[in-house]
């Protein structure tokens, strides 16, 4: 049960796409009303309304907000990229996963970064190779 509730104290969780499944799982399962709206409320953060302003912004200097958050969202996932978890959803067969790749622009990053690690492990081997 905490760890439903825990669930429910990250930023914006009440915009998940599956929220309503997991408010009625913990409501069945005994959890309180009201810390669940407690929980649910002073985790919102506001992320997607704060992009809107930022796109907002953007307009005003006659720049395109596609461009921007598409480029924001590129460097943050050649921050974060993990070819693990990458290679985990490609078998497994996940809608949401097709979704992205069919979008010209997230499947372009993906690759992209795929490129980056795999010449860096490359690289890797080859001075791990003439190292032996």
């Known amino acids: 049960m ?4 825990q669930s429910f104290q990250a930023p914006d969780s009440i915009l ?7 408010i009625a799982g913990y409501i069945k399962e005994g959890g309180q009303p009201l810390a669940l709206v407690n929980a649910l409320s002073t985790s919102y953060v ?8 930022m796109a ?6 006659d720049i395109d ?12 996932l050649m921050e974060r990229f993990d070819p693990e978890s990458v290679d985990r959803e490609f078998t497994s067969g996940d809608n949401e996963f097709k979704t992205v790749m069919e979008s010209k622009v997230y499947s372009f990053v993906l690759f992209f970064v ?3 690690c795999t010449t860096a492990i490359e690289e890797n081997a080859i001075v791990v190779y003439s190292q032996t």
């Open 114 to 116: 795929a490129y980056i």
């Open 65 to 76: 907000p596609v461009d921007v958050i598409q480029e924001v969202l590129k460097e943050q």
């Open 46 to 53: 506001g992320v997607p309304e704060m992009c809107n302003v």
């Open 16 to 22: 998940e796409p599956k929220i309503y499944d997991a």
């Open 56 to 61: 907002g912004w953007a307009r005003e200097f």
């Open 2 to 5: 905490e760890a439903m509730l």
